[in-house]
């Protein structure tokens, strides 16, 4: 590290996945950040005598109140945030001063005082010139690749690895880039039934990798109560609440063996998040925004949500609106976004995300816009790492982006036809890992009607209630208890119960959250 008027720069490029604190005697500063994507980003906290950082904010929060649970308060703040978006966008934390470092920043101590300054300045990845405008980067990102896997074999805690294959365009990169590693004991784990064309498409896919594959029904935290599995889930995650509400009762990280490495092709950046299209509008821009926050609460509890979004957006520089889109996936989507999960895979295995690693955040930065959005860098590498990948169909048609009418010339390439075609069926084994008790099954049938019932007969209902929308909380109010076949009349279209529900699981974690049952 250098530092040159007043900002921290790397010597050279150090790549990885890392949170890191470096002490300085002679200036007598500490200086803390994370990469991106951070999944385990710094949080501080400062008393009368310490100032506390952490990639735990559990373990900060429990510094500071002299390592008792009971004195620990939780920070309201940090709920309407996860209601309306799933996560804190703010940096705030469950718990009562502790903050998360905000992105693209770096903590900076001196003399006991804690300020907020610019992460260290990395090199630029430089980007070769193509005479093919489609292949421009393909190399840099498919090195980066590569080099992000061999770094997180060389630091593995077993040789065993299990795969999330889910047989899309993140998974089978990961497939390809795993498949012939020596040394290493892989696993391609899929979870659904025979009927799921993902698993057909997954199995399909181990086969032509030439790896074991298993296909499971997710196992519940605990198989006897869906709201101790809910429970469960907070618990795991040291107090920050889930972001996949849908998924909280299930197991996470579910181990083949102790302390597996788990490879998931989580949240990349090469290929975006929002910016999906071409379309450069502020109209566009905003009404993408807008649909991220789910505008829950009561109207004055929207505008604190609003204004935080806001803040956040004013944070970023940009002189395109295609880059907006981008950085939200940049701070937010691929950090505060999957660190709960991170966390709760941490406790039984190690978390190996080989795309959220800092060489490919560079190289897909320096990826030309529209091949990035478009899934042309990805399928580009994709087939310079696992060809035979792409003769696979693809699950549900759902295909990449640029060949969403018709095949790209000079692209899409001999095997096009294969790729749109059915998958094959599945006629192998599914493995259940527990039997769910009844109380878990009959949640399962009606997860809405008996949510709802189960919300509305908290003794914190009414509390939470005063913080919801009077539409959101009548919507409630009017589900609970209902039979299955009444919750398909108030919402006859599927997507629109399915957002519903994950509305409702967010309600029901916050109420549980609130209790600090959690903590027991």
């Not at 950082?53 to 939780?74: E, F, K, Y």
């Not at 703040?77 to 903050?99: D, I, M, W």
């Not at 190289?363 to 816009?369: E, G």
Request: charged letters at 20%; proline letters at 6%.
């Amino acid at each position: 590290m250098t530092s040159k008027t007043g900002r921290l720069r790397y010597e050279s490029s150090v790549w990885g996945s890392y949170a890191t604190l470096v002490g300085d005697k002679g200036t007598d500063r500490i200086y803390g950040w994370a990469t991106v994507p951070s999944l385990e980003t710094l949080h501080y906290g400062q008393s009368d005598q310490f100032i506390v950082v952490s990639n735990r904010p559990l373990l900060a929060a429990l510094t500071l109140n002299d390592g008792s649970l009971h004195r620990i308060q939780l920070d309201d703040k940090y709920a309407l945030e996860y209601l309306n978006f799933g996560y804190s966008v703010s940096g705030v934390t469950p718990f009562h001063g502790v903050t998360t470092l905000p992105p693209r920043s770096s903590l900076q101590i001196a003399g006991g005082s804690l300020s907020i300054g610019a992460a260290p300045e990395e090199p630029e990845l430089t980007i070769e010139e193509s005479k093919d405008r489609w292949s421009e980067g393909v190399p840099e990102l498919v090195n980066a690749f590569k080099a992000s896997v061999q770094r997180s074999v060389a630091n593995r805690s077993t040789d065993s690895v299990q795969l999330r294959l889910s047989g899309g365009l993140d998974s089978r990169l990961m497939l390809g880039l795993f498949k012939d590693i020596e040394g290493i004991e892989l696993t391609a784990v899929t979870q659904g039934s025979k009927d799921s064309q993902e698993v057909m498409v997954a199995a399909e896919l181990a086969e032509r990798a030439k790896v074991s594959h298993l296909v499971v029904v997710p196992s519940p935290i605990d198989p006897s109560s869906w709201i101790n599995s809910l429970a469960g889930s907070i618990r795991e995650s040291q107090g920050m609440i889930p972001s996949e509400s849908l998924v909280a009762p299930y197991k996470s990280a579910a181990p083949l063996s102790p302390g597996e490495n788990l490879v998931a092709g989580q949240w990349p950046l090469f290929k975006g998040v929002l910016d999906k299209a071409a379309n450069n509008s502020l109209d566009r821009v905003r009404a993408t925004f807008s649909r991220i926050d789910a505008q829950l609460l009561n109207p004055e509890l929207n505008v604190y949500t609003q204004d935080v979004f806001g803040q956040w957006l004013s944070s970023v520089a940009a002189l395109s609106n295609l880059e907006l889109l981008y950085m939200h996936g940049y701070d937010l989507r691929s950090s505060r976004y999957l660190q709960p999960h991170s966390i709760q895979i941490d406790r039984e295995s190690q978390v190996m995300y080989p795309f959220c690693d800092s060489e490919v955040v560079a190289a897909a930065k320096s990826l030309p816009t529209i091949n990035r959005m478009q899934n042309i860098s990805a399928f580009l590498a994709l087939r310079e790492i696992w060809e035979e990948s792409l003769k696979v169909p693809h699950a549900y048609g759902k295909g990449f982006r640029f060949e969403a009418n018709q095949p790209l010339s000079g692209v899409s390439g001999p095997d096009y036809e294969a790729r749109y075609g059915a998958p094959r069926p599945y006629n192998g084994p599914v493995w259940k890992q527990s039997e769910n008790g009844p109380d878990f099954s009959r949640y399962f049938t009606n997860p809405i009607g008996d949510t709802a019932a189960w919300i509305v007969r908290h003794t914190e209902w009414e509390d939470v209630k005063a913080l919801l929308s009077d539409e959101f909380s009548q919507s409630i109010e009017r589900v609970a208890g209902s039979p299955s076949n009444v919750v398909t009349e108030l919402f006859p279209v599927r997507a629109g119960r399915k957002i519903f529900n994950l509305r409702l699981q967010r309600v029901a974690l916050v109420l549980l959250w609130r209790t600090k049952s959690w903590l027991e």
